[in-house]
Nanobody
Framework: VQLQASGGGLVQAGGSLRLSCAAS????????MGWYRQGPGKEREGLLC????????YISKSAQGRFTISRDNAKNTVYLQMNSLKPEDTAVYYC?????????????????????????WGQGTQVTVSS
């Protein structure tokens, strides 16, 4: 399985970026796809994911209302559209793939995803948002 993430770069606060993740070696339409990110000095956090049935789960509050996930099964590609970007969105963004892995957990105060739910990961693409 290979996942190739691209589309990162430098953008001003308030701007938009669309990340892409091309998958090979998988039956893409059967896989759940997820987007995670890891900011400087932070743990990797789940943002949102798309199931093989095209349902979307928002994992992080920071993604709601600003980030959108979409997938093109014909191109074996999943996208992350990010709008109204903030400096705190600066991070390396990762895509992930696996079967039945799009899940959201709750600990009573916030929702989160488990890195271990996905077995295949892309190499990451850097997003830097300037103020």
């Amino acid at each position: 399985v290979q996942l190739q993430a691209s589309g990162g770069g430098l953008v001003q606060a308030g701007g938009s970026l669309r990340l892409s993740c091309a998958a090979s070696g998988v039956v893409f339409k059967l896989d759940d796809m997820g987007w995670y990110r890891q900011g400087p000095g932070k743990e990797r956090e789940g943002l949102l994911c798309s199931s093989d049935r095209w349902t979307t789960e928002y994992i992080s509050k920071s993604a709601q209302g600003r980030f959108t996930i979409s997938r093109d099964n014909a191109k074996n590609t999943v996208y992350l559209q990010m709008n109204s970007l903030k400096p705190e969105d600066t991070a390396v963004y990762y895509c992930a793939a696996d079967r039945r892995s799009c899940r959201v957990y709750y600990n009573g105060t916030h929702s989160y995803a488990k890195i271990t739910d996905f077995n295949s990961w892309g190499q990451g693409t850097q997003v830097t948002v300037s103020s």
